[in-house]
């Protein structure tokens, strides 16, 4: 236990008075998580909580103007500009300001738009009357040639995303629009043919099914995970802990260089008593390092205007998982430091191989947004691992059982590096 | 009791073209200051490292008092010797009291007793004025002596040395002599290797000179030097017997 302890002081001291690994370890993983947060606001919000102001040109003056502005509007995710300076807008100037990125889209409605839906509905109405016999009086327009179409233009560079989801919401408020003035014909039809009907005409109920949504996670919202600060805070938290690879390594190989590793090794007593408050050392300062950066996304983030973070119900695991994180973490950087004999090749192995690492194992974006084979190779990262147990916890707030599998992933995968790491060490006393 | 013993000892590292060691043999006795001097590749270092358990003999046999180098014995072992690399084998970011408290808490050693060990060791080296400083800012003789302490705390019966007075100045040097001197009058055994043949002559009771792994010749500096009568001194012994060629 002496030894333990002895090397944990040995290694407090050493970084304690490191300067630059202290920043490395500690100010930079800051100062990322916080730039990384902010400039992943903006995409995070694109579909989410961002207003696109929208142009409209509405030549309709009828209903399908009016439900095109009124639906887009309560929908929050837009703001129907339909007017410039006070002056209505027109439909040149609108495409004019959206081929120049001023807008993202710009949405006209053509003149005698409803009338034509009115027509086509009466029309309708009509046909159903004569087939049952009963009066067609309803007006109905002369066919035109040219269809009349609601005219949508688009930023070149909007993303497709965006459009389709444009598309189908003009399509659900041209379905209503067509609906709605269909039933009020059927109804206008009846009530003509008996007066009685005013009173007695049942309301009609347009949508016998409704869509209900209930979140898994135990009294969250599950969408959480849209947010720039719910992915990068834990993400790049697990990508910094990986980096003490960097001063480990070093550790290691400056010890082998100046000849204190021989010196620690012809002292009687198990030199993994040494490795072990090593281990022990660095997986607290990960531990550390990982409160600080959940630190950052509590209170330093909303105060830049950032959502802040979520934690979950389950903090022991949390706990849990940033341990095993540690470990992984601290167990590659011993294998590194044994592997290698110089600093440069250790350092820039280990520092390629965890960006790497964190761009499979989903660290820079989800994981499920990458093509599938990436997926496959992504899960074999130890990081996309750690994210996946915090993300269980963080987001469905998940307990200790729930993350058990990803914890014990991660514990042999450093037992695994550790042993490795034994065995290179031994082959070199050969 | 021989202090070391070295029996047709072999070593071919992984890889290397040609052995370090071809069967090696040779003994101190305990109680000795003994020399293993040879040039440059000789393979004193091997030698040294084989006897301290670091590096595996390809063949033959190495013992410390008595005791065969063996998994069996190493801790044994261990607590026998101290070693004295020739790198300053110390944390350059600790003070010199952090180093040795660190040691000293790996021997076993912790607390008060241990504190008193160290400032002991510290003044009798002249560095107690510079127990709170970093190592790495000591001047090279400061931290020769400081890499000596870390290896005596545990007291062991043998001290191996490997150019401990490489790049150090006078008094340093002469310091470290009489330290050695004076480990050796209280019974415990020194081996010392250097390419500095007059210190060797100076302190040695005994020297065995190595080449390409073989023993070249061994005696106590006065016999060797005796033994040839062109030879003036240890150095010419040394030149005697390895040649004038530079080694790489």
């Known amino acids: ?242 980096f003490i690879v960097i001063p480990i390594a070093g550790n290691m190989i400056r010890e082998r260089e100046d000849g204190s590793l021989v010196r620690m090794k012809l002292i009687p007593g198990n030199y993994l008593s040494v490795l072990t408050g090593k281990l022990l050392f660095f997986v607290g300062i990960c531990i550390v390092q990982f409160y600080l950066m959940i630190m950052v996304g509590l209170y330093l983030l909303p105060m830049l205007g950032l959502p802040e973070l979520q934690l979950g119900v389950n903090h022991v695991a949390g706990f849990l998982v940033a341990a095993s994180i540690g470990v992984t973490a601290t167990a590659y950087g011993i294998l590194i430091g044994t592997i290698f004999k110089t600093p440069n090749q250790a350092l820039n192995f280990g520092a390629v191989s965890i960006v790497i690492l964190s761009a499979i194992g989903g660290i820079w974006i989800p994981l499920e947004i990458m093509p599938e084979s990436m997926q496959m190779i992504g899960r074999l990262s130890p990081l996309s691992w750690g994210l996946d147990a915090i993300n269980d916890i963080y987001l469905r707030n998940g307990h200790i059982p729930y993350v058990l599998p990803d914890i014990a992933k991660l514990l042999i995968c450093g037992g695994a590096m550790l042993v490795a790491a034994a065995v290179v060490e031994q082959r070199r006393i050969g | 009791m021989n202090s070391i013993a070295v029996k047709d000892l072999e070593k071919t590292y992984a890889g290397a073209l040609t052995p370090s060691l071809r069967g090696l ?126 290896s005596i705390l545990h007291e062991p019966r043998l001290l191996v040395l490997d150019e401990p007075t490489a790049g150090v100045d006078v008094q340093s040097r002469s310091m470290i002599l009489q330290f050695l001197r004076d480990y050796n009058a209280k019974g415990n055994s020194v081996i010392y290797t250097s390419h500095l043949l007059d210190e060797a002559e100076q302190i040695c009771n005994e020297v065995a000179i190595i080449d390409e792994g073989t023993l070249v010749v061994q005696g106590t500096p006065k016999e060797l030097v005796g033994r040839h009568g062109h030879c003036r001194n240890l150095e010419d012994v040394f030149l005697h017997y390895t040649g004038h060629a530079v080694r790489d």
């Open chain 1, 1 to 242: 236990m002496l030894r333990i302890i002895a090397t944990i002081r040995k290694e407090w001291l050493l970084l304690r008075r490191d300067k630059a690994g202290l920043a490395l370890l500690f100010a930079m993983p800051l100062v990322l998580i916080t730039v990384m947060a902010l400039i992943q606001d903006a995409p995070f919000r694109d579909y989410q909580e961002v207003k696109f102001d929208i142009l409209a040109v509405d030549n309709d003056h009828g209903r399908l103007g009016r439900y095109i502005r009124e639906g887009l509007q309560e929908s929050g995710q837009f703001n129907v500009v339909d007017s410039i300076n006070g002056q209505p807008l027109s439909e040149a100037a609108a495409k004019s300001m959206v081929a120049k990125g001023k807008y993202k889209i710009s949405i006209t409605v053509p003149k005698g738009a409803t009338a034509e839906i009115v027509s086509n509905a009466n029309k309708i109405v009509n046909d159903i009357s004569k087939r049952m016999g009963l009066p067609s009086q309803l007006p109905v327009k002369a066919l035109s040639n040219d269809s009349l179409a609601v005219q949508l233009y688009f930023d070149p560079a909007a993303k497709k995303a965006f459009k389709s989801a444009i598309h189908q919401a003009l399509d659900n408020f041209l379905t209503q629009v067509e609906t709605d003035l269909l039933l009020e014909r059927i109804q206008l039809q009846l009530r003509s043919r008996d007066s009685l009907s005013q009173d007695t005409f049942p309301a009609i109920r347009l949508k016998a099914v409704a869509l209900r949504e209930t979140s898994l996670g135990e009294g969250k919202q599950i969408d959480v995970i849209s947010n720039s600060v719910q992915h990068n805070v834990p993400a790049w938290s697990i990508f910094a802990m990986f």
């Open chain 2, 25 to 150: 043999s040779c003994t101190f006795a305990e109680g000795t200051i003994a020399g293993l001097l040879g040039p440059n590749g000789a393979g004193k270092t091997t030698t040294i490292s084989i006897l301290c358990g670091l590096v595996e003999a390809t063949g033959g046999s190495a013992e410390i008092f008595g005791m065969p180098q063996v998994p069996a014995n190493r801790e044994a072992i261990k607590r026998a010797i101290g070693v004295v690399p020739q790198r300053i084998a110390l944390f350059p970011q600790l003070t010199a009291f952090e180093n040795l408290r660190y040691f000293g808490n790996l021997y076993g050693f912790s607390g008060k007793p241990l504190r008193e060990k160290i400032m002991q060791h510290l003044e009798a080296f002249g560095l107690e004025k510079a127990a709170h400083k970093e190592t790495g800012k000591f001047s090279g003789g400061m931290k020769r002596r400081a890499n000596i302490i870390a």
